[in-house]
């Protein structure tokens, strides 16, 4: 099989892993004698006594990959007494280290041989154990520190004092990284089997790529460090996946693709320091207006370990993903996790209308490519479906996001509404659906064969004679693709006229047909799309961002209860900018927190617009009258009357997430202050 990862099909990764990649038990024993020999005469020979050793590296993280094993010997001494007074003693201690490590070791021990290296480590003694065979080595680094940390437990954070001193010390980026030698191994210690033989996986494939660019030669830069990769790693798991079981082809390819995107990755964790702190704060909000790549050690918020070229791994990241290791079994291409190179909550407020342009908007030519597809695809039904029979398409209309101008960029869903005569009343729009379903997807197939696209084109294969589906791909962005399910429906609003409201006895008959809430929504989509795409651009924009916000909740949450539909939460960001704002330009972070303060106080929601349907009709004023006496909270569709968005879902699940997140520093301004929301008033009756 080789160990070059292409030719891994992709079911074998995971024993490719176990066979190749994990380091022999038998040389990692052998490590571990000759560290702890070293360690003895340290403590027995130097004239500086250590007061404790702390093991770093890949091999102290358990991330040692066979044939490439480095080890920081990080030795905490006391005479060592803060992070600017170390650098004066560190050589000093360096040289007696090398002098007593040079006339104690003579003799190979545990089959091992001690080397030193080149040193080009100002603060680190550099040595290299080989195996007396030379098929296995080690690098070691023997680094003199300040024990500025302390020993902690494993779920416990530094001081804040620690990092204050760190960022006051004047100190190079990750200068002082070894102090936090301990911090950064519990990040990655604590991670699953699986995660850790992923990053194994990423680091082979690291090797190879660095092999061929053999040290930077061939393309005269420096890739970024191996270690980068292993906290994109856990980036990737944390954000996109979570479960100890997963495919390594999925998880791999996410990595890859994330990679890819390094011009915008932004990737920091506030495990062991918090925005809370305004030194901290202050400090990470300067490293944020910093060029990309940003990957900031989870431990020293100084180093950024993304520091380096990848542009080269990112051309080999795209010629590896459509290799055999990231093909399913059928030849597709195996699907990546849902992971975005940075975080909302990440995210500073000044930077929110920045991170909705470049990783909420969908890409325009995609949309272009998309409505031409979507108008030959309507045109085509409406001249072929039903042609020898009394059935006639009145009209179809596309609905939901893409329509509305509040899609996001990725897969988005959308509805084509075919409005058909068959049907004369609400009631009779589930009868022949069959049929219908049938007839419609024939000609579907058929527009599909006829007409050329600069989309992909895939009609669902779903047995369900009852539903039909179709999904819209880029030719060139694969990750960008519009879901669509068609829905034959009653006309009941026939020809609308731009302006006007629909005839009273259309609300008269819904108020008298229905019996479940929303059963007949699809009636009034062009309504629907209508109310929200008039809308300014910027309101758009921040409906995306909640939308974002609201599908991040939706993967928290999994497993304790459906949160109230993401329908509710676009009219709920409607209904805070008309009542709040009605800027066309207004702060986005002022308009995102009016909304989660709104989701807060969702127990007073009453939300309802006569835009469409007026109380002065004595029917239809009744049945708005016995709506909105309903418990809250109540977000009437303002299409659709008999729709509540609020009722009967987990909105205290909701609240909790946005209480979170308004301490979050998309919701602080530079000095830490919560931003203000609009005074929006919570309407009742």
Known sequence: MGSDLSKIPSKELDSFIQDHLRPSPQFQQQVRKAIDAILRCLRE???????????????????DIRGDCDVELVVFYKVLRDFKGQRSQQAEILR??????????????????????????PNALQLRLVSTDLSSWVDISVLPTFDAVGQ???SDKPQPQVYSSLLSSGCQAGEHAACFTELQRNFVNKRPVKLKNLMLLVKHWYRQVAARDKGGEATGTTLPPAYALELLTIFAWDQGCGKEGFSMAEGLRTILRLIQQHQSLCVYWTVNYSVQDPVLRAHLLRQLQKARPLVLDPADPTWNVGQGSWKLLAQEAAALESQVCLQSGEGTPVPPWDVMPALLHQTPSADLDKFISEFLQPDRHFLKQVKKAVDTICSFLKENCFQNSPIKVLKVVKGGSSAKGTALQGRSDADLVVFLSCFQHFSEQGSRRAEIISEIRAQLEACQRKQKFDVKFEISNRKNPRVLSFSLTSQTLLDQSVDFDVLPAFDALGQLRSGCKPDAQVYENLICSYSNAGEFSTCFTELQRDFISSRPTKLKSLIRLVKHWYQQCNKMVTGKGSLPPQHGLELLTVYAWEQGSQNPQFNMAEGFRTVLELVGQYRQLCIYWTINYSAKDKAIGDFLKMQLQKPRPIILDPADPTGNLGHNARWDLLAREAA???SALCCMDKNGNPIKPWLVKVRGM
């Open 45 to 63: 020979k130097c004239v500086y006594k250590a007061s404790r050793v702390s093991k770093g590296g890949s091999f102290g993280r358990g991330t």
């Open 96 to 121: 007696d280290i090398r002098t007593q490590l040079q006339a104690w070791w003579q003799e190979p021990l545990s089959g091992l041989s001690l080397q030193f290296t080149e040193q080009n480590r």
């Open 152 to 154: 902690l437990n494993s």
């Open 660 to 662: 979170a997140c308004t």
